[in-house]
């Protein structure tokens, strides 16, 4: 198996929380203490240099420099619908999570050759401000078949413009997070040595083991699998809505108290875990948000 510091897949690019009232959701966001990029829909096109269209979806994000999270609403919808949002958001209630690909051609060939099959290569683009003047983001993408994920879809990005996606202006936030530490992937008990298994191969990433906690950790965030009987240790007081789910995602910030004196501050309920509190999915808009110390 590759290190993490040779795989292809080497960092948590964004999660994705799919909203159908993405002005609510930001600004609860805002709440929380991110700074959020400017509305910005999305075209896609079904192979790299093909026509581009429009789809029913646009987002808003915050930006860490490496990862980032991404506000994904349902803006138009009556546009075409490529990636299956809408099927997503009503089947399906838990995150989503983008990978970060180094070479996303050798990414697409190594899952179709591990039996993970694919889309196949994805461009897409959209149009951002940035102090210049517009530019458009690209990047490319490879979705692992659905059979092969059970939590809902995933996929594997290389960004071809990032320096149009973290742009130092959306990096300052009044919480003082820094990346996305973690996501929390929660499974039956009795599946727990499978669904590490699996993630060993999409990410072709080791396994470290923390109590009942199995880790597989990148160059940036790492993708924590536990059971459900353990949830309560991480999230007390969280119950989840179905198995196996990705279930909540925690943020790394500069100061801990500080991130929860500016949330509580805004009358947002917080609650203790044992690296720092999360916000219940009830006041994170679907998923919950931990935060834990940088």
């Known amino acids: 198996m590759t290190s993490e510091h040779t795989a292809d897949i080497d960092y948590i690019d964004h999660t994705v929380l799919i909203t159908t009232d993405l002005g609510a959701t930001s600004a609860r966001y805002e709440a929380l203490g991110f700074t959020l990029s400017p509305v910005s829909p999305h075209h896609l096109a079904e192979r790299p240099g093909g026509p581009l269209m429009p789809t029913c979806t646009a987002n808003r994000c915050a930006y860490f420099g490496q990862s980032f999270i991404e506000l994904l609403g349902i803006v138009d919808p009556a546009a075409p619908d490529p990636w299956g949002v809408h099927r997503l958001r009503e089947t399906y209630p838990g995150l989503l999570m983008t990978l970060g ?58 960004h071809l413009t990032p320096q149009y996606v973290h742009q130092p202006r959306y990096l300052d936030h009044p919480n003082g997070a820094t990346g996305l530490h973690s996501v929390l992937l929660v499974v039956a008990d009795d599946e727990v040595d499978g669904h590490e298994e699996r993630y060993a191969r999409l990410l072709d990433a080791d396994v470290w083991i923390d109590g009942p906690k199995r880790v597989l950790p990148l160059r940036h965030g790492r993708v924590e699998i536990i059971p459900q009987s353990a949830l309560h240790d991480f999230l007390p007081g969280h119950t989840v809505p179905g198995l196996p789910l990705l279930a909540a995602h925690t943020v790394a910030v500069r100061d801990l108290t500080a991130a929860r004196k500016l949330v509580e501050h805004n009358m947002i309920a917080t609650h203790t875990t044992p690296d720092g509190f999360y916000v219940a999915a009830e006041d994170a808009h679907g998923v919950p948000l931990a935060f834990t110390q940088n």
């Open 101 to 158: 690909s180094r070479d996303v051609q050798a990414t697409a060939g190594r899952l179709r050759a591990a039996g993970l099959a694919s889309t196949g290569i994805r461009a897409l683009e959209r149009e951002v401000s940035t102090p210049d003047g517009p530019r458009t983001v690209r990047a490319e993408s490879v979705r692992i078949d659905a059979a092969h994920t059970p939590e809902g879809a995933l996929q594997a990005t290389q």
